[in-house]
């Protein structure tokens, strides 16, 4: 059983909604596999709560598609897919090329900076190789373009996005052969936002979430 599960009590939330984002976060950093399943029993032994709170949670992962329901067998982690992954990122690709464009309209000395320290971030997180720590700070990299085009709805829209990109994120990032080359990435979308150049910003990102799905596809059939 996971160590590291345990429930967050929020005052705030039903026990169900608190149990729910629980597994939830689990599953989407990678703590629970596809393919792995999950007992309700045993879970709601390790996070000392009954049964009824770990079933409803079950039943509304199935409905996002992060947990399946295997006949006899019961519910198990969703599988990785390539369809998913292609659609996320499809969707990922035109955001961030219009977030490319507004950040290079509104830049700023101080969103150079913020830029910068932010590649300067994601190297010193490198060095440490936790998994985590990486997958933050190369979401705050990105969260940064968006926050200088100034565009709340755009925001919100990548916000929805993000949770349903976080697996497919931790499966690239895990590849330490590939790090070099997000940095190389990162520096080079930040020096094309500088230039205030949108096609070479569209590009570079266009580029940078490319390389992300054919290492991650390249994963998958892999593991098949």
């Given at each position: 059983m996971?160590?590291?599960?345990?429930?967050?009590?929020?005052?705030?939330?039903?026990?169900r909604?608190?149990?729910?984002?629980?597994?939830?976060?689990?599953?989407?950093?990678?703590?629970?596999?596809?393919?792995?399943?999950?007992?309700?029993?045993?879970?709601?032994?390790?996070?000392?709560?009954?049964?009824?709170?770990?079933?409803?949670?079950?039943?509304?992962?199935?409905?996002?598609?992060l947990?399946?329901m295997?006949?006899?067998k019961?519910?198990?982690?969703a599988?990785?897919?390539?369809?998913?992954?292609?659609?996320?990122l499809?969707?990922?690709?035109?955001?961030?090329?219009?977030?490319?464009q507004l950040?290079?309209?509104?830049?700023?000395?101080?969103g150079?900076v913020?830029l910068?320290?932010?590649?300067?971030?994601?190297?010193?997180?490198?060095?440490?190789?936790?998994?985590?720590?990486?997958?933050?700070?190369?979401v705050?990299f990105?969260?940064?373009?968006?926050?200088?085009?100034?565009?709340?709805?755009?925001i919100?829209?990548?916000?929805n996005?993000?949770?349903?990109?976080?697996?497919?994120?931790?499966?690239?990032?895990?590849?330490?052969?590939?790090?070099?080359?997000?940095?190389?990435?990162?520096?080079?979308?930040?020096?094309?936002?500088?230039?205030?150049?949108?096609?070479?910003?569209?590009?570079?990102?266009?580029?940078?979430?490319?390389?992300?799905?054919?290492?991650v596809?390249?994963?998958?059939?892999?593991?098949?």
């Amino acid at each position: 059983m996971h160590d590291n599960l345990k429930v967050n009590a929020n005052e705030y939330l039903p026990l169900r909604d608190v149990v729910f984002q629980t597994l939830r976060k689990a599953i989407l950093v990678g703590e629970f596999k596809p393919g792995e399943r999950l007992m309700e029993i045993a879970l709601a032994d390790k996070l000392g709560v009954s049964r009824t709170p770990v079933r409803e949670a079950i039943r509304k992962l199935e409905l996002e598609g992060l947990v399946v329901m295997i006949p006899r067998k019961g519910a198990e982690v969703a599988s990785i897919t390539e369809k998913d992954l292609r659609d996320v990122l499809e969707v990922r690709c035109a955001l961030e090329e219009l977030a490319a464009q507004l950040a290079c309209e509104k830049i700023t000395e101080e969103g150079v900076v913020k830029l910068e320290e932010s590649v300067e971030g994601f190297k010193k997180a490198i060095q440490t190789k936790d998994l985590t720590t990486i997958v933050e700070k190369d979401v705050a990299f990105h969260d940064i373009i968006f926050q200088i085009g100034e565009n709340e709805r755009l925001i919100q829209i990548v916000n929805n996005l993000r949770e349903q990109m976080y697996r497919y994120r931790n499966e690239y990032i895990k590849d330490e052969s590939y790090h070099d080359t997000l940095i190389k990435e990162h520096e080079t979308i930040v020096d094309s936002i500088k230039k205030k150049d949108v096609e070479l910003t569209k590009q570079a990102l266009r580029s940078h979430i490319y390389h992300q799905e054919v290492n991650v596809i390249k994963k998958l059939k892999l593991a098949n």
